[in-house]
C-alpha cells in the first residue's frame, strides 16, 4: 500500500546497496509464517519485482552508466595524449630535418666555393704551365736543345720534335731505340760515353755530361753536348730512366778550333 506514496527525493546514491530483513520475536512462529507468506505472495505476482526496479534499478543502471563513461573518458584521454605524443614527435622530426637542411645547405655552398676555388686556381696554374712551357719551348729552340727520355728497360728512347730538328730526321719518328741512337755517334766517341753512361746507371756518378759527334742525315758528323742522369728507379734502387738533353755545339767547337789554330 505504500508504493503509490513513495517518492524519491535527490539524485541517487553511487554504489548504494540496501538488504532489507525481518525480525520477529523469538518464538513467534506465527508472525514469522505470515512473513514469509507475504513476501511469497509478493515475489509470486511480481510486486517485489517491480518495487526493485523502481527504486533500486535506477542505481545499478546508473553505476553502468557511470562505468561506461568512464571508460569512454579513459580511452579519449588515452588517445588525447597519444595525438600529442605523436604530434611533439612530428614536431621534433620536423625540427631536426629542418636543422640537418641548413647543414646541408651550408655544406653544399662551402663545397660549392671550395670547388669554385678549386677551378680557379687550376686555371691559374694552368695558364703559368703553358706560359712557362712556351718559355721553355723558346729557350730550347733558340739554345738549339732537345729533350730526350730513355726506358732502361725496353730500351726504348722517347725525343721531342727539335730533336728531330737538330738530327735531321723524319719528324714522324717519336720513338727509336737505343741502337739506333748508337749507331749516330761517331766510332771514336763509343766507348767514351758508354763508360760515362755505364758509371751513371750503376750510380758511381751522378750524371754525365759529354761532348760527342752525332751523324746528321744531310750533314755528317757535328757535335752535340749530352748531358742525363737517372730520372726513375725500380726495384733494389736499379736505374729504370734515364732523362736529359741534347745540344748542339757545333758551331762553337768549330770556332773554338780555328782559334786554337
Known amino acids: 500500500h505504500l508504493e503509490g506514496t513513495l517518492k524519491s527525493i535527490g539524485p541517487p546514491l553511487e554504489d548504494f546497496v540496501q538488504y532489507f530483513c525481518f525480525a520477529v520475536s523469538e518464538g513467534d512462529h ?11 505472495i509478493t515475489i509470486a505476482n511480481g510486486t517485489h519485482e517491480r518495487l526493485q526496479k523502481k527504486w533500486l534499478g535506477a542505481l545499478h543502471e ?3 552508466y557511470r562505468h561506461l563513461v568512464k571508460i569512454f573518458f579513459s580511452v579519449l584521454i588515452t588517445l588525447a595524449i597519444g595525438f600529442w605524443l605523436a604530434f611533439l ?4 622530426l620536423r625540427r631536426k630535418v629542418n636543422q640537418r637542411t641548413l647543414e646541408l645547405r651550408k655544406t653544399n655552398s662551402e663545397l660549392e666555393a671550395l670547388r669554385e ?3 680557379n686556381t687550376v686555371e691559374e696554374r694552368t695558364r703559368a704551365f703553358e ?3 712556351r718559355r721553355l719551348d723558346l729557350a730550347l729552340y733558340g739554345g738549339n ?8 728497360v725496353t730500351d726504348k728512347v722517347t725525343v721531342d720534335e ?3 730538328e737538330l738530327l735531321g730526321v723524319d719528324q714522324t719518328a717519336a720513338i727509336e731505340h737505343i741502337r739506333a741512337f748508337n749507331q749516330r755517334i761517331h766510332p771514336e766517341d763509343r766507348q767514351r760515353i758508354f763508360a760515362l753512361v755505364e758509371a751513371v746507371i750503376e750510380g758511381k756518378q751522378p750524371l754525365y755530361d759529354a761532348q760527342i759527334r752525332l751523324r746528321h742525315a744531310q750533314r755528317g758528323y757535328r757535335w752535340f753536348s749530352v748531358r742525363g742522369r737517372v730520372t726513375a728507379y725500380g726495384a733494389d734502387d736499379a736505374s729504370e730512366q734515364m732523362s736529359g738533353v741534347l745540344i748542339d755545339i757545333h758551331d762553337r767547337v768549330v770556332v773554338e778550333g780555328q782559334l786554337d789554330e
Open 117 to 119: 676555388r678549386l677551378e
Open 145 to 152: 736543345i732537345a729533350a730526350w727520355e730513355w726506358d732502361l
Open 162 to 164: 727539335r730533336w728531330h
Open 62 to 64: 546508473d553505476k553502468k
Open 131 to 133: 706560359a712557362q712551357s
Open 30 to 40: 506465527e508472525t514469522l509464517s505470515l512473513l514469509n507468506e507475504g513476501l511469497s
Open 89 to 92: 614527435w612530428q614536431m621534433m
